[in-house]
């Protein structure tokens, strides 16, 4: 059977040239706006929001300390009760100071009062174990600290 | 079907599936740190002897672990914490023959709430069970009382927000001489209007 020649009468196909060039430049954004987490989290950390915050402007002065339920894959080895992270590794409350005081031999001196210990501490963990925390920084004499949160209205809590 | 002899150009639609998963990998592994928070002053641990507060300048705000907020012995919700913390603070209940008698209080000036602001402390206990985000809740609260104070009298004395202020010492490009001047404006609203906020470990007794 013959067939006949097709008259182009419909519409062109948009062009996809440019779309590579448009994800490029998304891809770019990310990369640069991306900060490499330097520790690995071990513990759930979903930080409560409050909007009256005050910036945490120098990376070099804090220290930093996580709390938290183990995440889910750990859960099953070490339970579901909160868990302190200190680096990179679990530890007890009893270890809060003196690896505050190693971090803060670390430091330089001229810096050293101006350390302040940042508590990332999910919004879920009950106080009790943050109020352990503060005890054992004050043992140390470490008093500055910050609740770290995310900005925002802070969110109704169901009671 | 005629065969086509020249070299067929390179498919560049592939292209942009491959930037698309390079995009999905960094959208995934992204976090975006938070580098916010509420700053605190822990107390010192060698505690001297406590001196006699009269009761009148204490507010007290307690938690207990069902997350339920109690502001001198009342059950309140979290939304009118500022409001009271305000209205305590402010209150100025010396006597203008008093010498610390508070003159740029707008408060009710009660006998039997806080003399001035320099004396009222907001005493702050928490039941170890309470949840820590109602903790920061409330922490919010009374910054956010704190913090509307100093900006009403900043704005009054300087005509400028307590938060401003603080925010153009801490830029970088501000120059010394502005910050010298800011500095002694900044201490002298925070003197007016100290942050008294202690967490004792008191026994929590309802």
């Not at chain 1, 062009?15 to 770019?28: Q, R």
């Not at chain 1, 352990?132 to 004050?138: A, G, M, P």
């Not at chain 2, 509420?38 to 069902?66: A, Y």
């Not at chain 2, 809740?137 to 104070?149: C, D, F, K, P, S």
Request: glycine share 4%.
């Amino acid at each position: 059977m013959k067939i006949s020649k097709k008259t182009t009468n419909r519409l062109p196909a948009v062009s996809t040239a440019s779309l590579p060039d448009i994800v490029f430049m998304l891809l770019f954004f990310f990369m640069t706006v991306t900060t490499i987490k330097d520790n690995t989290l071990l513990v759930d950390n979903n930080l409560p929001s409050a909007d009256k915050v005050k910036e945490l402007t120098k990376k070099d002065r804090i220290i930093e300390i996580f709390v938290g339920k183990p995440s889910p894959e750990l859960a099953t080895i070490l339970g579901a009760e909160p868990k302190i992270q200190l680096d990179d590794r679990l530890a007890h409350v009893k270890d809060v100071g003196p690896y505050v005081l190693s971090e803060l031999a670390k430091k330089p001196d001229a810096i050293r009062n101006l350390v302040t210990v940042s508590l990332k501490v999910d919004k879920n963990v009950n106080v009790g174990i943050v109020s352990d925390i503060k005890q054992e920084l004050r043992k140390v004499n470490v008093l500055k600290v910050n609740y770290t949160t995310y900005e925002g209205s802070p969110e109704r809590i169901s009671q | 079907m005629a065969r086509n002899n020249e070299i067929p150009e390179v498919n560049a639609g592939s292209m942009a599936d491959i930037a698309f998963l390079l995009l999905i990998f960094f959208l995934v592994t992204t976090t975006i740190q938070t580098d916010v928070g509420i700053d605190r002053k822990l107390p010192p641990q060698e505690t001297t002897p406590p001196l006699p507060i009269n009761e009148r300048n204490i507010f007290r705000v307690s938690l207990n672990k069902n997350d339920e907020l109690f502001v001198e012995g009342d059950v309140l919700s979290i939304d009118q914490l500022k409001t009271s913390a305000i209205t305590f603070l402010d209150n100025g209940g010396s006597s203008k023959e008093d010498a610390n008698h508070c003159n740029y209080c707008k408060g009710e000036h009660r006998v039997d709430s806080s003399d001035n602001p320099q004396e009222a402390i907001i005493a702050f206990n928490s039941d170890r069970e309470a949840s820590y985000g109602m903790y920061i809740r409330v922490q919010n609260e009374l910054t956010a009382a704190y913090t509307a104070l100093r900006n009403r009298e900043a704005q009054r004395m300087f005509n400028m927000d307590f938060v401003d202020m603080e925010e153009i010492y801490f830029d970088v490009k501000t120059s010394v001489q502005t910050k010298k001047k800011l500095k002694t404006e900044i201490s002298q609203i925070r003197n007016m209007y100290p942050m008294k906020l202690s967490e004792a470990e008191t026994k929590f007794n309802l």
